[in-house]
């Protein structure tokens, strides 16, 4: 497993972009599936965006897609969330999550995860 540390959340007004990062702790980095998590109060945690890791494959939910990029730096060991043309449901707190499985949007295939950080959009 990996320590993952999220970082970049804020309040931000509709329309406005934002880049979320996932540091993690190692070099294990690199063995990982990483994935960006949301969740909104009352919610349950959905999957926002996958990337494999290489880098060469990446997945949206229909509701970021053409909004929001994932990314990943494996010589920095860390993952971005670019995140375009924010909307007021966007808000919501977000985690990153690696997963030795292949790159899947389902969250009990992911074993490790950061503690999140605050994303708050106002209308």
């Known amino acids: 497993q990996v320590q993952l540390v999220e970082s970049g959340g804020g309040l931000v007004q509709t329309g406005d972009s934002l880049r979320l990062s996932c540091t993690a702790s190692?070099?294990?980095?690199?063995?990982?599936?990483i994935a960006w998590f949301r969740q909104a109060p009352g919610n349950a945690r959905s999957f926002v965006a996958g990337i494999s890791r290489s880098g060469g494959s990446t997945s949206y939910a229909d509701s970021v897609k053409g909004r929001f990029v994932i990314s990943r730096d494996n010589a920095k060991n860390t993952a971005y969330l670019q995140m375009n043309s924010l909307k007021y449901e966007d808000t919501a707190e977000y985690f990153c999550?690696?997963?030795?499985?292949?790159?899947?949007?389902?969250?009990?295939?992911?074993?490790?995860w950061g503690q999140g950080t605050q994303v708050t959009v106002s209308s």
């Open positions: 190692s070099r294990a980095f690199i063995l990982y599936n």
């Open positions: 999550a690696a997963a030795s499985a292949a790159p899947t949007t389902r969250i009990n295939d992911y074993h490790s």
